[in-house]
């Protein structure tokens, strides 16, 4: 079973950027869609950005022109660069599966946008 760690989470003022880095176990080119979501503060989990084997790229609307994600097989790593951060980004961070699998989750990077 895949494993994901996630990193590079932390504060940033309204208007900064990040990069999230996810660490997969296992080759992840064998999985055609890795995804980024995220789950803020009492809210469900929510799909932010995904990306097909191919390096097709889809995103939620709050989201579009702001965030890119990408993939790296050969790092087996994923990685979800952030811009124009606002608060409403303010989450913990996952990566998974285009189709999540639930044993995969793991613990995720905080994002806190905040003055």
């Known amino acids: 079973q895949v494993q994901f760690v996630e990193s590079g989470g932390g504060l940033v003022q309204p208007g900064g950027s990040l990069r999230l880095s996810c660490a997969a176990s296992g080759s992840i080119f064998r999985f055609n869609t890795m995804a980024w979501y995220r789950q803020a503060p009492g809210k469900q989990r929510e799909l932010v950005a995904s990306?097909?084997?191919?390096?097709?790229?889809n995103y939620v609307d709050s989201v579009k022109g702001r965030f890119t994600i990408s993939r790296d097989n050969a790092k087996n790593t994923i990685y979800l660069q952030m811009s124009d951060l606002n608060p409403d980004d303010t989450a913990v961070y996952y990566c998974?599966?285009?189709?999540?699998?639930?044993?995969?989750w793991g613990q995720g990077t905080q994002v806190t946008v905040s003055s």
């Open positions: 990306i097909t084997r191919g390096s097709n790229t």
């Open positions: 998974n599966l285009g189709t999540p699998l639930r044993a995969s």
